[in-house]
T-cell receptor, first 111, second 111 residues
Framework: QQQVKQSPQSLIVQKGGISIINCAYE??????FPWYQQFPGKGPALLIA?????SEKKEGRFTISFNKSAKQFSLHIMDSQPGDSATYFC??????????FGGGTRLMVKP | KAGVTQTPRYLIKTRGQQVTLSCSPI?????VSWYQQTPGQGLQFLFE???????NKGNFPGRFSGRQFSNSRSEMNVSTLELGDSALYLC??????????FGPGTRLLVL
């Protein structure tokens, strides 16, 4: 019930392409869905987040799409750049509990 | 504001020893959470402290413990270290649980 499944585990995209990372959850009580970006040697940093009453949220080149009925959400990185190469984690939050993280996606953007 | 700081950044211990890691949260944040990050298991929640009280606990053995001081600084302790405890230990601070700000982590190697 608390699991968040993330795919793919790794992703290679050409510079300028679109990177898409998907997550699925089971517990419909989750009410906050953040994405974190982690560079080697650093802690994860909050990238963008969405609540289930919104179907899409965009911040610059990063967009979250949320499908409540399918219990899925995804991160789209438009015009992907080599500097976006990092590990991305989706997460889900349940009030009173802690964040449950997906397994992570290692993104490599080739120049 | 200064970010979350963790000390030490790197640590090498041998099996059977114990270790104490320290975390200073962002000023004003009263919630401090600890996570273990490994390549195989991803990001796993250890425990959360709020106002010096453990508020949430993950599924880790009793060898893993923590505490929080009145200034919100937190420490975690691992006793009787095992090889499998080698990991990146991340501390995160928060005002509202759902938005976590991570430190750079302490990389622990158990030999």
């Amino acid at each position: 019930q608390q699991q968040v499944k993330q795919s793919p585990q790794s992703l290679i995209v050409q510079k300028g392409g679109i990177s898409i990372i998907n997550c699925a959850y089971e517990n419909t009580a989750f009410d906050y869905f953040p994405w974190y970006q982690q560079f080697p040697g650093k802690g994860p940093a909050l990238l963008i987040a969405i609540r289930p009453d919104v179907s899409e949220k965009k911040e610059g080149r990063f967009t979250i799409s949320f499908n409540k009925s399918a219990k899925q959400f995804s991160l789209h990185i438009m015009d992907s750049q080599p500097g976006d190469s990092a590990t991305y984690f989706c997460a889900a939050y349940l009030l009173g509990n802690m964040l449950t993280f997906g397994g992570g996606t290692r993104l490599m953007v080739k120049p | 504001k200064a970010g979350v700081t963790q000390t030490p950044r790197y640590l090498i211990k041998t099996r059977g020893q114990q270790v104490t890691l320290s975390c200073s949260p962002i000023s004003g944040h009263r919630s401090v959470s600890w996570y273990q990050q490994t390549p195989g298991q991803g990001l796993q929640f250890l425990f959360e402290y709020f106002s010096e009280t453990q508020r949430n606990k993950g599924n880790f053995p009793g060898r893993f413990s923590g505490r929080q001081f009145s200034n919100s600084r937190s420490e975690m302790n691992v006793s009787t270290l095992e090889l499998g405890d080698s990991a990146l230990y991340l501390c995160a601070s928060s005002m509202d649980q759902e938005t976590q700000y991570f430190g750079p982590g302490t990389r622990l190697l158990v030999l």
